[in-house]
């Protein structure tokens, strides 16, 4: 493998994107977000490197050959030739590595728990309530232009932490996450449920699902494995079903064969 550092001008990228075999996924959002830096001159070499394979094909760097294009710039960065073919699906490039990096460059306030918190989201969307979902940062940017309300949540999620002492307040981004979804089906009961959970603030005594919830989060305490965060998010689901059916619980559990979806809090009702 043969790794250069060259300029990289917009008919160049050009001639590059034409040898592209395999067509993938590219983000509009995040090709002109690169574009805007290139533009601005506050694009910079991180050390990433445009990827060709042994017989000349682009295999990694499309954003970033886009994004010349766009801006009508040139580029010095690393090209690397000769790698692998094979190399491809095994590849983490820098926007699928640095999520929060990508909305910081987008202009994001406060990047790193919107990134968190869009991350479960898309999660729990796909029905992946293990929380295994690999989420690159243009699935991110993308998530974010189609949910503005995660804005909205943060902050409530900001002014009850602020106001709890609670360690419950734990897997935050998550917590953001559930709070957005619920609030579609109903913004006061959200709040009532967060709240109650949080600081104990209208628990309807010791049957409540959501006092339920408070004590299994207790004994969970110092646990921050992703086995963890995935309990907590079908402990969470599963107070929220029974709290809005308005139905007692003093101790809850969630089977091994049991999996409260989203589907179950939309029916919840």
Not at 138 to 161: K, M, N, V
């Amino acid at each position: 493998m043969d790794v250069k550092v060259m300029r990289i001008t917009p008919r160049m990228a050009e001639r590059m994107l034409e040898s592209i075999e395999i067509n993938r996924s590219v983000s509009r959002r995040w090709v002109s977000a690169l574009a805007d830096q290139m533009t601005a001159g506050e694009w910079s070499e991180t050390g990433e490197t445009i990827k060709i394979d042994e017989d000349g094909h682009v295999i990694d760097g499309e954003h970033r050959l886009r994004a010349v294009i766009q801006s009508g710039t040139t580029i010095k960065t690393l090209v690397a030739y000769g790698v692998q073919a094979s190399a491809r699906s095994k590849m983490d490039t820098g926007y699928k590595r640095s999520g929060h990096h990508a909305l910081h460059l987008l202009g994001v306030k406060n990047a790193a728990a919107v990134s968190a918190a869009l991350r479960a989201l898309v999660c729990m969307q796909r029905g992946d309530m293990v929380l295994a979902t690999a989420t690159p940062s243009y699935q991110l940017i993308d998530a974010l232009h189609q949910t503005p309300g995660i804005h909205d949540a943060l902050r409530f999620f900001g002014r009850l932490s602020k106001a709890s002492a609670s360690s419950k307040m734990r897997f935050h981004g998550l917590c953001v996450a559930l709070y957005y979804l619920m609030s579609q089906e109903d913004a006061d009961d959200a709040q009532a449920f967060w709240v109650a959970y949080a600081n104990g603030i209208g628990l309807e005594g010791y049957s409540d699902p959501r006092f339920a919830l408070r004590d299994k989060v207790a004994h969970m305490e110092g646990d921050a494995s992703r086995e963890a965060r995935s309990k907590f998010l079908l402990l969470c689901i599963k107070a929220w079903n029974l709290w809005r059916q308005r139905k007692p619980c003093r101790v809850l559990r969630v089977g091994k064969k049991e999996t409260p979806t989203l589907v179950a809090l939309r029916e919840a009702m």
